[in-house]
């Protein structure tokens, strides 16, 4: 089993388990504590198979809309194997940055710009435009200047085929007039 205490800038509301090692069953409390209970796994001992000794749960939440530029959210976690005591995974600590992007790129009209949110992204971000959607294609390029995906018509990219890293984005319509945005993709 793993329990896992969220933080108070979390919204419960949005948990969902994005994937895990062995199949897992959900138990959340009111309080905000979340327990994986990984029925029947049986992993070998490390001394024994330090490969297959390991598991994982991967899981997305969104923040309170409360939450702040500066706000710190830390989290850890307490694994137990059996009937032994709890073993506390490392304390991670994240601090609230702003999250929107302003462009460095020809603004659609005046005095606009482009919105990218969330940034960084987890699995898809967003982009605010002046343009209308059916007029949109947005293109991502990686650090080396490679175009690395090519969205058509949508104002939100998925970011599942990516890597994490940095990425700038280039909006135009179909004029093709252009902006442009940087993107912080993590997984």
Known sequence: MVIDTLNAHLDPTTFRILNSSFPVNLEMQSTGVVKFHFIGINLPDSNTNEVQSHGFIKYAIRSKTTTSVG???????????D?????????????????????TGISF??????IVYPNPA??????????HTEDISIELYDQTGRMVKKVLNSKTVTTEDLLPGYYLGIVYDKKQRSGSFRSIIIK
């Open 71 to 81: 706000d710190a959210i830390t989290n850890k976690a307490d694994i137990f194997f």
């Open 83 to 103: 009937i032994n005591p709890a073993i506390t995974t490392n304390l991670v600590t994240t601090v609230v940055v702003n999250s929107t992007v302003l462009s």
């Open 109 to 114: 009209s005046e005095n606009q710009s482009l």
């Open 122 to 131: 987890f699995d898809f971000f967003s982009i605010v435009t002046p343009i």
